[in-house]
């Protein structure tokens, strides 16, 4: 099993994100340790859908941007990064405003694959989504 890496901070975390994606959705971690990191997003009118409610786009983007950031925080030592090779989300509920959260846990921390689930939360502490992704460590 797979451990976390110091080096991989939350600010770093940060850093990498400066010009991507997970920037322009607002993801903001708030939490990493071994097996786990939460990361949160504030809903705001852009990451809406046509029909007023919450996109899935959106909390796919913060479901895998908080499994992703997981997964190479945890990568094996020798390990120097991973791809997305399979997703899936089931969506429970939605909402129109506040901040949702994102509680990424590892399932399966090995040498070649790694399995993640996020379970994506409202403001209210429903469960909106429940997400799982498989990701191929690249050597």
């Known amino acids: 099993m797979s451990t976390l890496r110091t080096e991989y901070s939350i600010e770093r975390l940060h850093e990498r994100q400066q010009g991507k994606l997970p920037e322009l959705l607002g993801v903001h971690i708030i939490a990493l340790e071994q097996g786990t990191l939460t990361a949160e997003l504030t809903v705001r009118a852009e990451l809406l859908a046509p029909n007023g409610f919450l996109h899935a786009a959106t909390v796919i983007g913060l479901a895998d941007t908080a499994c992703g950031y997981a997964c190479l925080a945890h990568l094996p030592e020798t390990a120097r990064n991973f791809t997305t090779v399979e997703l899936k989300s089931n969506f429970l509920g939605t909402c129109t405003e506040g901040t949702i959260r994102a509680v990424a846990k590892g ?33």
């Open 107 to 139: 399932v399966h921390l090995g040498r070649s694959t790694q399995v993640w689930d996020a379970t994506v939360t409202a403001p209210d502490g429903k469960t909106i989504a429940l997400f799982r992704c498989t990701q191929m460590v690249l050597y």
